[in-house]
């Protein structure tokens, strides 16, 4: 996780005032570097993920506007030259979310990405207020 710029201002603009962020907080993960089966051989397998408020607008002039702001980021944070090697680049974000996966306003966390609603505080799968009941064949 890259916390290179104001997590507050961050974190206001995803629950507070719902908004693409201004500087948005980044994750960025590199499996090849442990699995080197998810890339061709000499290269890598980079994934960029910005953590946003559910339901906002989508677009490739949007998502093309942060892939440049975090890849400039990352950039100058490593030192070097990665968009110039990029041979293959794919964007997921909440129109995707929701065509493929139907997640409600394009939410890639669940119901809500709050600390209320994770690890054993998420809600469960099977309510303990609902019968189950088995009608069998007779």
């Known amino acids: 996780m890259f916390f290179d710029e104001d997590f507050h201002q961050h974190a206001v603009e995803i629950y ?3 908004m693409w962020p201004s500087k948005p907080l980044f994750y960025a993960s590199v499996p090849s570097i442990t699995d080197p089966s ?3 051989v000499g290269q890598e397998n980079l994934f960029l993920l910005i ?10 002039s949007i998502r093309a506007h942060y892939y440049d702001m975090v890849m400039q980021r990352l950039e100058n944070l490593t030192g070097q030259n990665i968009r110039d090697a990029v041979v293959y680049k ?6 995707d979310f929701v065509n493929d996966y139907h997640a409600f306003k394009g939410n890639a966390y669940g119901l809500a990405n ?8 998420k809600p469960k799968l099977k309510s303990s ?10």
Do not use: Y
């Not at 794919?90 to 129109?95: D, I, K, L, P």
């Not at 709050?114 to 505080?121: D, I, S």
């Not at 207020?129 to 007779?138: A, P, T, W």
């Open 114 to 121: 709050t600390l209320l609603q994770t690890a054993f505080l």
């Open 16 to 18: 507070d005032q719902p």
């Open 38 to 40: 998810v890339a061709p």
């Open 129 to 138: 207020k609902v019968k189950i009941c088995i009608l069998q064949d007779n």
């Open 51 to 60: 953590p946003t408020a559910p339901g906002l607008e989508d677009n490739e």
């Open 90 to 95: 794919r964007s997921f974000a909440h129109s």
